[in-house]
């Protein structure tokens, strides 16, 4: 069975630096994988942040980043903000036409 | 601007039937693959079913193989889930989704239950 891993928790100060990562229990992430990165706050729709590794969405602020750390996919936030404390999701296409999330990170700014 | 406008959600007995729809504008439908995700009240996100641009593939998450079919109608620009033999299990928001890219619908409530 494939799983994705996530951080259950993080915490960040206001102004910091987190990198929040997305690992597999079988195998490295890549690229292939098409890692994405999703926002969600209560009640709310998911929101997608990053996509296909380091693609930033539409209207998504420069300090959300995408990369490969290692052999796990990466969502680095460089000068966290107040409203950046969410749940955090990451997704990857495990084979064709399949996707797999991550159980998120709650994601503290304090 | 790309909008994903889900409906059909409610509220339906186990053992029961319920179509989803979803309306997609903004963006050129038939070149994107499509999904539908689904959360479950206070869990996380959960992949449910991704079909082709064409819509000749079809994959689904195993707990809803046989119960549930994806499909689409690119002239409408609409895609669908036909879920049937409903579970209490299926009690979630349904998301319309295009993961390889950025879109995401508002979500539609289905739940289940007697």
């Known amino acids: 069975q494939t799983v994705v891993t996530q951080e259950p928790s993080f915490s960040v100060s206001p102004g910091g630096t987190v990198t929040l990562t997305c690992g597999l229990n079988?195998?490295?992430?890549?690229?292939?994988?098409?890692p994405s990165w999703y926002q969600q706050t209560p009640g709310q729709a998911p929101r997608t942040l990053i996509y296909?590794?380091?693609t930033r969405a539409s209207g998504v602020p420069g300090r959300f980043s995408g990369s490969i750390l290692g052999n796990k996919a990466a969502l680095t936030i460089t000068g966290a903000q107040a409203d950046d404390e969410s749940d955090y999701y990451c997704?990857?296409?495990?084979?064709?036409?399949?996707?797999?999330f991550g159980g998120g990170t709650k994601l503290s700014v304090l | 601007e790309v909008q994903l406008v889900e409906s059909g959600g409610g509220l339906v007995q186990p053992g029961g039937s319920l179509r989803l729809s979803c309306a997609a504008s903004g963006f050129t439908f038939s070149s994107y693959w499509m999904s539908w995700v689904r959360q479950a009240p206070g869990k996380g996100l959960e992949w449910v079913a991704s079909?082709?641009?064409?819509?000749?593939?079809?994959y689904y998450v195993d707990s809803v193989k046989g119960r549930f079919t994806i499909s689409r109608d690119n002239a409408n620009n609409s895609l669908s889930l036909q879920m049937n033999s409903l579970r209490a299990e299926d009690t979630a928001v349904y998301y319309c989704a295009s993961l390889r890219s950025a879109y995401w619908g508002q979500g539609t409530l289905v739940t289940v239950s007697s």
């Open positions: 997704a990857l296409n495990v084979r064709r036409g399949v996707w797999v």
């Open positions: 079988s195998a490295s992430v890549s690229t292939g994988y098409s």
């Open positions: 079909i082709k641009e064409e819509g000749g593939d079809k």
């Open positions: 296909n590794t380091n």
